[in-house]
């Protein structure tokens, strides 16, 4: 290994500072108690929490996951114990860590999102709020805030008016063009844009003919999903100046440095947690060695370094 | 590398890659893979499981779920564990060709435990189908050295589906056997056999079960019955075994005649039977 100055891993993410780009996906960690045991999350950038609604949700009924090739559905329903429970049960102990917590809300209207952000605005130990984005909008017949350039706008202009904390949106891959979706989210006064959430898809049991999930189809997530996400962060690295972060099947430190590369400041880990719950602690020190051999000081000097044919 | 803390109710977990010591058949679809680990087998309960890798590598991307078979020892100190398999999807297929040597991944103990009978007095009343017997010899194990009555009562479609039976003799435990085929004891459900003892049973009783959930539920029919305590391990897929991914939730009584999901693998696998809902609440 060559001997180098000691890289500085820390990142910025609009105004808020990571100690390092590593953060644990929402919807992969609950709310940080059960992968505390396992990994130390004093060593991480960040830790979002399991999907926060005004009340608490019971979510789907089982089954739930069906293993894919490369990866695997989910239809949890996005069961949570609300913002209330998490304020006052779960916060507590996240608070005890040095890292970042960032609260991933969702609601089924305009207000919903509004009053989660409200509620969440002056919590002392949410260090951002990240938009959910996958559920249909109830009040508009059902039109996916997601997917929808004039919903995404619009929830994002009323959580935006809810909290002064810096303000991610989620995007999701369904679209036909993601950076639409990307520049929407911008002129709403989103801080960053996190990208991409999972991708629908679903699975048939042969022998009883019927879907392996419950609710039909569910959202795509593992391994498989990297080439996708790293195709769409291109796009979205195209369409606006806003700080990115890079979700999708990250598997190792290999994937990590593609998001970063094409423009990402920071990274969710997210499915590997499930069948690789240290992954996001090794791929820290990985991350560490890899920028030393190669001679990079601060990772600014990597995060949007992509060469792109005929640019030399 | 010292234990990863738990929270104070819960016995500590390791997330381990292990070397395979021995793989043994027990007939063409079973077998058991066994493990040094001082550690996990010291940390091991009855009724308690283990994520394991089956593969190095994404394909299949999901840890199994394998209840805790043995605890082996040395010296009588805890010095391994192993796990009862079979082979039923693509997992275990390739668990199957585990060789001796062969490293996996391994995260656990995970869960909770079987309890025993709250009197002493009980008897405990094991009963299983197929490899849902894999959690009940180190149950009876301990229940034995606790001076607890036990008695075993084991379910299959054949002779084949029939596991654990040396295990309970070798402990002096009496087991009943039922087929569905008749290839060996009773002809028939192994429920018939258990209702049929329990009526005649003038002692107290503690039943426990693991096995397909029409078993369980036949199990659970029958002591409720009679007002018997009934334990009932649970399984389900899921994906990271520890509480995260929450798709391992079951219904379950809430609070104030409502329910609530459960997850089996953190408030079980292990449940009071009178805390299930066999019946989904929405049907």
């Known amino acids: 290994m060559t001997e180098g100055k000691a890289t500085d891993l820390g990142v910025e993410v609009g105004e808020l500072r990571l100690k390092n780009p590593i953060m644990l996906a929402s919807g992969t960690v609950g709310y940080g108690e059960e992968i505390g045991d396992l990994v130390d999350l004093n060593r991480l950038g960040g830790i979002v929490v399991k999907g926060l609604s005004l009340k608490p949700t019971r979510g789907n009924r089982p089954q739930r996951i069906a293993e894919t090739p490369g990866g695997m559905l989910n239809s949890i329903g996005l069961q949570n114990v609300g913002v209330e429970a998490f304020v006052r049960d779960k916060l507590p102990n996240l608070r005890r860590y040095d890292t970042r917590v960032i609260a991933n809300i969702w609601g089924r209207t305009v207000e919903d999102y509004a009053a989660v952000a409200a ?38 202009v009323a959580a935006r008016a809810a909290t002064g904390k810096p303000l991610w949106v989620k995007l999701a891959p369904g679209v036909t063009d993601i950076g639409v979706l990307a520049r929407a989210a911008e002129e709403a006064g989103a801080d960053a844009l996190s990208a991409i959430n999972t991708i629908r898809g679903m699975m048939v049991d042969v022998e009883r003919r019927t879907p392996r999930l419950s609710t039909i189809f569910g959202g795509y997530s593992g391994p498989g999903l990297l080439p996708i996400a790293l195709y769409l962060l291109f796009e979205i690295r195209k369409a606006t100046p806003l700080p ?69 | ?69 043995e605890v082996l020892t040395s010296a009588g100190e805890p010095e391994g564990f192993s796990v009862l398999v079979e082979r039923t999807g693509r997992g275990t297929t390739l668990m199957s060709g585990l060789l001796a040597g062969d490293e996996v991944d391994v995260l656990g103990p995970l869960g909770n435990a079987f309890a025993p009978p ?12 197929g490899v849902g017997a894999a959690p009940f010899p180190l149950f009876a194990k301990a229940l034995v050295r606790a001076g607890h009555a036990t008695r075993a009562f084991i379910g299959g479609r054949t002779r084949e589906h029939l596991l654990c039976t040396a295990d309970f003799e070798a402990l002096g435990v009496p087991a009943t056997l039922a087929t569905e085929d008749g290839s060996v004891g009773h002809h028939g459900l192994v429920t018939e056999p258990l209702a049929e003892y329990l009526d005649g049973c003038d002692r107290r009783v503690a039943v426990y079960s693991c096995g397909p959930t029409p078993m369980m539920r036949a199990v659970d029919g029958i002591a409720a019955a009679r007002d018997l305590p009934h334990q009932v391990s649970l399984e389900a897929p899921m994906a990271c075994g520890i509480g995260v991914c929450l798709s391992c939730v079951v219904p379950t009584v809430g609070e104030a005649g409502g329910w609530r999901y459960r997850r089996i693998c953190r408030e079980g696998p292990v449940f009071d039977a009178r805390e299930l809902l066999w019946e989904h609440p929405d049907d």
């Open chain 1, 119 to 156: 509620r969440l605005d002056q919590v002392e130990g949410v260090h951002a709020l990240e938009l959910n984005l996958s559920c249909p909008n109830i009040k508009e017949g059902g039109i996916s805030f997601g997917t929808d350039p004039k919903q995404l706008h619009a929830v994002t």
């Open chain 1, 244 to 312: 990115l972060i890079g979700i999708g099947g990250i598997n190792e430190l290999d994937h990590v440095l593609q998001f970063l590369i094409i423009g990402a400041c920071a990274v969710q880990i997210g499915t590997a947690n499930f069948y690789d719950p240290t992954l996001s602690s090794r791929v820290v020190d990985e991350l560490a060695e890899w920028c030393q051999e190669h001679e990079i000081t601060s990772l600014e000097h990597l995060v949007g370094t992509l060469r792109l044919p005929g640019q030399g």
């Open chain 2, 1 to 69: 590398m010292p234990a990863l803390k738990g929270r104070a109710s819960l016995a500590p977990m390791f997330e381990r890659r292990l070397t395979l010591d021995e793989i043994r058949f027990l007939n063409a679809r079973c077998f058991v893979l066994a493990f040094r680990s001082p550690e996990i087998a010291g940390a091991a309960r009855p009724g308690q499981f283990l994520m394991l890798a089956a593969s190095a590598g994404i394909e299949p991307l999901l840890r199994r779920p394998m209840a805790v078979y």
């Open chain 2, 118 to 129: 709250a009197d002493a007095a009980s008897e405990a009343v094991l009963v299983m189908g």
